[in-house]
């Protein structure tokens, strides 16, 4: 290494030798075992309402490439530009052709700009949908939510190589040698976000992916949440299969991570067991019978010549009467004969040959007597009757009263019985999940045609597969607070509204998602003449497309041109979709601004609302500053714009139970002091604008 150090010191540029020697320096404690991979070139943003000043780094909005330039000179509606990269002479270009593009790291100052809000849920918290990007959403979210969210579920790109996401403007494809470490380096930096977000004492981290990226992002997780308890389950989201030249891959995964005290809860369906999809809460819960049949190995009559036997039946009563001996193995018995005076039901395979049956002829008779043996149907091709049995496993669980015997059939004498109602609703779910909701073309693809009006998404999860996940984590945290930073189109907070319907639950449930075009999309409107800020292209992007007007169809039960959501499409509870749900949800811009203007008050409109969803985004917003104090009656907040009213503000604050949240306007930290030490000690309490800016002004670039 000194080597390197060395000629490091020979290069004449100080800024350079000072860059080389600090990535040096990264390299060197950088693990040598684990999960390694490259860094890369910092992220980047595009800032469409930022003006174009000197010094800023832009991108040329008709040229199709991500290489990126300094403004050096601004005058009369143009822009001197330079390469970052290239040695060139500068360029001239028309201001409206430029963005403003900023690194990941640099620091940002964020504000929302609100698009509209639906209204149905009376007193109900607000969801929140962001058009953002997603790394500065999270650091957005760092300012109201840190450490208090309770759930987080993310369906990430899967960096399958078909230009399914996109790196600083530009689509990973197959061949791109460094798509791995790419998809690494973005995830790593949301993760880190994201695990600031939770309450690390009782919250958990979904994250769903294929196989793809499943193992590395294993390692990633494992690397990144050392202390959580992680279980990876595996879901069938396409029973048919997709067709490859090997094996026919039907799954995708989901890695669960358990922070402090986490659990999840038992529910009635362990999402595995046959049948078990048919149960919902409260209905009676019976046990599987099984067939007396034997089927696969050792199931022909010469493997065991014992286990081949008659049982004697009524048919007219369906009741079985006993058990006759076994033949001896040459004897080849007629199906159609009586027995003992009986209907005799013999052992016969699916494929007509003689099969054996699963017990001893003594046992048989035992356990027929306590009703533990039932006739099923008769099968005419194969001329014998089904036949099926209660096993030991069930037998124990009536001896210890986990299965009750509600009723005993009074000519046939088999037992009716069912689970006890403590235990209907406690099975613990599974780590393989197989439930034909959970088909991603089913609850996936069809839900979200049938809320939008068209096929505007690729591979939607199924919303009852998410709602599946919510319900075993938050069954016990009805308030829970859940965040979606990877939203797409919006099937997180869907099936948050749904799971809140079906138990009375007040879930809040943030979502993030970008306004990003699909490549496709975006060659036919280059070759109109557009450009990514264009009002035709924004519209076609995934926000406004696809995320908002699912949202909105889901909580109003209509689609955005007025027509009724399909009758077809239901709920998980069996409820129609076209009835809605009651949730508010309200939709916003993520806007960056200026710090100056923000610490001298003049952008309240921009950070109204962050104030208010640190507040809990419930009630009412409080959306203009005024000249002393503020904390409107349906408001769950105040703010004291003027110090020399405090003792008003601190007063009114008193006598409101319901005041959660105050924000004191003030530049000094004695006077801040001061005033909160009136006020009640649960109430959360917060300086602008310093608080802000210093949130905000610790993202350097060491940090990511």
Not at 35 to 56: G, S
Not at 59 to 67: N, P
Request: charge should be negative; glycine fraction near 8%.
């Amino acid at each position: 290494m000194a080597h390197i150090d060395a000629l490091i010191d020979k290069v004449a540029d100080p800024a350079l030798r000072q860059l080389l020697h600090e990535q040096v320096a990264t390299l060197l404690t950088r693990q040598s075992f684990g999960l390694v991979y490259q860094q890369h070139k910092p992220e980047t943003v595009e800032l469409y309402d930022y003006k174009v000043r000197r010094n800023c780094t832009v991108r040329i909005l008709s040229e199709d490439d991500d290489s990126l330039y300094r403004v050096v000179k601004v005058s009369d509606g143009s822009a001197a530009i330079v390469s970052l990269t290239e040695r060139a002479e500068s360029r001239l270009i028309g201001i409206s052709d430029l963005v403003v593009v900023r690194e990941f790291g640099e620091p940002i100052y964020p504000g929302l700009r609100p698009l509209g809000s639906v209204e149905r849920g009376a007193s109900k918290p607000f969801h929140v949908v962001m058009n953002a990007e997603n790394f500065h959403a999270l650091e957005t979210l760092l300012y109201t939510h840190e450490r208090k969210v309770d759930i987080i579920y993310i369906d990430p790109p899967y960096n399958s190589g078909a230009r399914d996401w996109k790196y600083n403007n530009d689509y990973v494809d197959s061949v791109d040698q460094y798509r791995h470490s790419k998809w690494l380096a973005m995830m790593e930096r949301r993760l880190r976000c994201a695990k600031r977000l939770l309450d690390l004492s009782d919250s958990a981290l979904v994250v769903t992916i294929d196989e793809n990226e499943v193992h590395h992002l294993g390692m990633l997780l494992e690397q990144l949440f050392p202390e959580a308890t992680r279980q990876l389950v595996t879901i069938v989201t396409n029973p048919k299969g997709v067709t490859r030249s090997t094996l026919s891959r039907v799954e995708e995964y989901a890695f669960f991570c358990f922070f402090g005290s986490a659990i999840a809860s038992s529910i009635s369906d362990d999402l595995l067991t046959p049948g078990g999809e048919d149960v919902r809460e409260g209905e009676d819960v019976r046990p599987r019978w099984k067939g007396l049949l034997r089927s696969g190995s050792n199931s022909r009559r010469e493997q065991h010549p014992t286990f081949f036997y008659p049982i004697l039946i009524d048919p007219d009563t369906r009741k079985i009467l006993g058990a006759g001996a076994s033949p001896p193995l040459e004897e080849n018995p007629d199906p159609d004969a009586l027995v003992d005076g009986h209907t005799a039901v013999w052992p016969v395979r699916r494929d007509g040959t003689w099969g054996r049956w699963m017990l001893k002829p003594q046992t048989l008779r035992e356990w027929a007597a306590k009703g533990y043996v039932a006739l099923g149907n008769y099968d005419a091709g194969r001329k014998t009757w089904g036949i099926s049995y209660l096993t030991t496993e069930f037998q124990n669980q009536i001896a210890a009263g986990i299965l009750e015997v509600r009723s005993v059939d009074p000519v046939t004498g088999v037992v009716d019985a069912v689970y006890a109602n403590e235990a209907s609703s406690s099975r613990r779910v599974k780590t393989v999940w197989h439930r034909t909701a959970h088909d991603a073309g089913v609850g996936g693809t069809a839900v979200v045609e049938g809320l939008v009006g068209e096929r505007a998404f690729d591979y939607p999860k199924s919303v009852y597969a998410v709602r599946d996940t919510l319900d075993l984590l938050t069954r016990h945290k009805r308030n829970a607070v859940i965040v979606d930073f990877f939203a797409g189109s919006g099937t997180t907070l869907h099936a948050t509204a749904m799971l809140n319907a079906e138990d009375g639950g007040r879930r809040q449930c943030i979502l993030v998602t970008n306004n990003e075009v699909g490549p496709e999309r975006q060659r036919h409107l280059r070759a109109q003449g557009l450009t990514s800020a264009d009002e035709e292209w924004q519209r076609q992007g995934i926000f406004r497309h696809v995320t908002r007007p699912r949202v909105e169809g889901a909580i109003l039960g209509k689609r955005a041109n007025g027509t009724p959501v399909p009758a077809s499409l239901k709920n998980a509870d069996g409820s129609q979709m076209s009835l809605g749900l009651q949730e508010n949800v309200e939709f916003f811009d993520l806007t960056y601004e200026d710090p100056d203007l923000i610490s001298l008050g003049k952008k309240f409109d921009a950070v109204a609302p962050l104030l208010w969803l640190k507040a809990g985004a419930r009630g009412a917003r409080i959306r203009k500053a005024c000249k002393t104090w503020t904390a409107p009656d349906d408001a769950y907040y105040g703010i004291l714009f003027d110090i020399d009213y405090w003792r008003e503000f601190v007063e009114a604050i008193r006598k409101r139970s319901d005041i959660t949240h105050a924000f004191i306007v003030t530049d000094s930290d004695a006077t801040f002091q001061q005033i909160i030490s009136e006020l009640p000690t649960n109430v959360d309490s917060t300086q602008l604008y310093g608080d802000y800016l210093s949130t905000f002004e610790i993202n350097t670039k060491g940090q990511v």
